[in-house]
């Protein structure tokens, strides 16, 4: 038995807090949820932490995905923030590349929203690298000390980027600059482009140092207000949080890397969903993730999630590696609104708080669970299993006057329309990261989770023809599951920008060799023995001339021809073609990993087939299979057994999830109680 036999992991999402808890003694899971707190975030944690009652001091590893960092840009809610930078550029940031957002490309009267640095918080000093990263003049200390008391004094600045001019080349002027400041301003925040992203592009490079300046201050008082109450109610583990790109860092190096967390939310679940996906032997799986406020899709292939190294926060890119995930502003909370006659759901969303109208918090505009109480899909008495009631007379009236007046219908029409509008917004995210990029949805399982998930994958999966979808147990807390199963990972990058035939091969040994101390470094600065460090290397590469490139993974031995050949399997594979250009390396990754223990899925033994016992009730709800209001058989998840199988129109209610199976559709529970929905073959 080990000293702290608990692992826990706590999810914040944009309505509820999922908090997950593994004994690793028996292998058994616990899960509760807790009402997000926008206004003071950590007492959301720490109330699902509560509701789960888990002694803290036997808990030896906590795992946290936070959008906090997301929120404090979206809601402008950072430190006020300074760009230090070379002299005659210090409007890199705000000019940005100029162009336009590709939603707005025919709308002549875009604006840019508020830069989150005004001019007057730029400053330049005397001090150049030229593309070589050869000192062409020397860095003037009086300008950087002059530059920093402006910024600190005369304009309050609280946190500074400091981002010269090819400076991955060599980070000497950076980090002489940050001494400089140090010493006058102690207090002062500082963001080093070189401590966060090692890579070419001055304009992205920069914006992913002002981002990382701009949440720092609030993100650190975040960890450091959880970490206290964490220590209050007697834990004594390791805090971890989850990475935008999978894996986890600690606490400690996550608040000197907060814009590494911006998406680490959505990363728990494709975490999840990769194991499971190597567990459950399906080579190809899509991610459906539906929470409180966007759903979320990602691909998955031989147990590997599609990976990018470039993000976006609002139009500020972010030279950060993260999964591939498209997300709308669609949710369970997304708000469902009229505009000039047409129906349409988000990307506003109630929220927290107030919430749906069934809610009963205040909420006046409905959203996508109003709908779904309307059209019968959830049980007012069982909601959070019982924990919290619906309002549905409420949900009703809400959509009546709002949606179903104005528009004509009864109630249950408007409800429904809801859904079919959700549905074609869900197609359309769906098609873009498999039908664009060359992949056939028809040949993927469906992995359905979070909150509403459940809700709407069969329909999307009748709608594209996919034939399966996969309910794991829980899936609104599923997220929180999938960080349980996150390794500690720390990723580094140097820009090459050669030609493949071009540069030596004990040259980029040597800089690979370089890249893998500092993660073995980091590694074992997170704790991970550096006997057990595992390291993984990558090339980005495109054919000389070309904008965009490909990520080739590479083995400890270089080859030019390996390297050519691995290229044209996956440019073969994404474009459908190759050619006989030359190469170019732009640059090479190396991720550190420190693997960590899985939790095991278990197998339970086959029951008698008949999920009669499991039945609670029938219930008149909408069936889309054929468009009208049915009876509906309704399940209680925790009752099913392995080999039980039943069709629809059917409701399996877990309490924090619903199931909802239309005519034309079979469930069939596996050997590790999750639900397999496949199309009946008269359907």
Request: charged share 25%; aromatic share 6%; net charge negative.
């Amino acid at each position: 038995m080990t000293r702290r036999p608990i692992r826990l992991a706590v999810d914040i999402g944009g309505t509820f807090v999922d908090a997950m808890e593994l004994d690793t003694r028996t292998n058994r899971v616990r899960f509760r949820k807790a009402s997000t707190t926008p206004a003071r975030p950590a007492d959301g944690v720490l109330a699902a932490i509560a509701a789960l009652g888990t002694d803290l001091s036997e808990v030896e590893l906590f795992t946290h995905g936070t959008t906090l960092g997301l929120n404090a840009v979206l809601e402008r809610r950072g430190g006020r923030t300074g760009i230090i930078t070379n002299e005659g550029f210090r409007d890199i940031f705000l000019i940005g590349r100029g162009n336009v957002p590709s939603d707005h490309m025919y709308d002549f009267q875009y604006q840019r929203p508020p830069s989150l640095v005004q001019r007057r918080f730029t400053a330049g000093v005397r001090g150049r690298l030229d593309h070589r990263g050869r000192v062409v003049e020397e860095l003037d200390p009086d300008s950087v000390r002059t530059a920093a008391r402006t910024l600190v004094v005369d304009h309050q600045v609280t946190s500074i980027a400091i981002c010269f001019l090819h400076s991955f080349l060599d980070p000497t002027h950076e980090r002489e600059a940050a001494r400089l400041i140090r010493e006058e301003f102690p207090d002062v925040s500082l963001s080093l482009s070189t401590d966060i992203v090692r890579e070419y592009r001055e304009y992205e490079r920069t914006s992913t140092t002002v981002l990382e300046a701009y949440i720092r201050p609030i993100f650190e008082r975040y960890v450091d207000e959880l970490e206290s109450g964490l220590a209050e109610r007697g834990f004594a583990g390791q805090f971890l949080i989850m990475r935008s790109g999978g894996g986890s860092m600690t606490s400690a190096v996550a608040k000197t890397s907060p814009t590494h967390t911006v998406l680490s939310g959505p990363a728990g679940g494709i975490v999840g969903a990769a194991y499971l996906a190597s567990e459950l032997g399906r080579e190809r799986l899509l991610t459906f993730d539906i929470g409180g406020t966007s759903l979320d899709a990602c691909v998955i292939e031989n147990g590997t999630a599609v990976a990018a190294y470039e993000a976006q926060l609002e139009h500020f890119p972010l030279l950060i590696p993260t999964y591939d995930i498209r997300t709308i502003g669609a949710g369970g909370g997304s708000i469902a609104w009229l505009d000039r006659g047409l129906l349409k759901v988000g990307p506003q969303s109630a929220g927290a708080d107030p919430g749906p109208v069934c809610y009963g918090r205040g909420g006046t505009r409905p959203t996508v669970t109003d709908a779904a109480v309307v059209l019968g899909y959830m049980d007012p008495d069982r909601f959070l299993a019982g924990t919290m009631g619906l309002h549905d007379t409420a949900a009703r009236a809400a959509i009546d006057e709002q949606l179903a007046g104005p528009l004509g219908l009864d109630a249950t029409a408007a409800a429904a329309g809801v859904f079919d509008v959700l549905l074609a917004r869900t197609v359309g995210a769906v098609r873009q990261i498999t039908v664009e990029r060359g992949h056939d949805p028809r040949h993927f399982s469906l992995l359905a989770f979070g909150g509403a998930g459940p809700l709407l994958a069969p329909l999307l999966a009748r709608e594209m023809g996919i034939g399966e979808v996969v309910v794991p147990f829980a899936p609104s807390g599923f997220s929180a599951w999938g960080m349980l199963s996150a390794d500690i990972v720390n990723d580094f990058s140097r820009t090459v920008m050669a030609g493949l035939d071009e540069v030596g091969l004990d040259e980029l040994e040597a800089l690979f060799k370089g890249v893998e101390a500092e993660a073995v470094a980091s590694l074992v600065a997170q704790g991970v023995p550096a006997d057990q460090a595992v390291l993984e290397r990558q090339f980005e590469v495109r054919y000389l001339g070309q904008e965009h490139s490909l990520m080739v993974t590479v083995g400890s031995t270089l080859d030019r021809d390996a390297v050519r050949a691995a290229f044209d399997e996956v440019h073969r594979a994404r474009y459908g073609h190759i050619m006989d250009n030359p190469l170019q390396l732009l640059n090479l990754r190396v991720r550190g990993i420190g693997r960590t223990t899985r939790p095991e899925l278990g197998t339970h033994p086959r029951g008698d087939g008949d999920p009669a016992r499991a039945l609670l009730t029938h219930r008149d709800a909408y069936d889309f299979g054929s468009r009208a209001v049915v009876p509906f058989a309704v399940y209680d998840r925790a009752a099913l057994e392995p080999g039980d199988t039943f069709t629809g129109p059917a409701l399996v209610d877990e309490g924090t999830s619903t199931t909802v199976v239309p005519s034309g559709q079979r469930v069939t529970v596996d050997d590790h109680r999750y639900l397999l929905v496949t199309l009946e073959e008269s359907a």
